[in-house]
């Protein structure tokens, strides 16, 4: 995995939600590892910070699919 896209951008977290062929929301989140982000980046202030969003972002997702469970359920 890298962290080069081929506009000099990276996906640092992306979240997916798709319908599979029995009907069932499947959420799919994707983040890059740590280990790749520091070896790209260096052991620096703003390597860690990346790492802190992605952190972020994994725990908040916990919370999104309980949402769109919800949701779901709510219909």
Do not use: W
């Not at 740590?34 to 908040?60: F, M, P, Q």
Request: with cysteine.
């Amino acid at each position: 995995m890298t962290l080069r896209t081929k506009r000099n951008e990276a996906i640092l977290f992306s979240t997916v939600v798709s319908i599979n062929n029995e009907g069932n929301l499947v959420t799919r989140h994707e983040s890059l590892p740590t280990n790749e982000v520091l070896k790209e980046l260096g052991n620096d202030y703003y390597a860690h910070l990346i790492c802190a969003i992605v952190r972020h972002c994994k725990s908040d997702s916990y919370h999104f699919d309980e949402q769109l469970g919800n949701l779901l359920r709510s219909i």
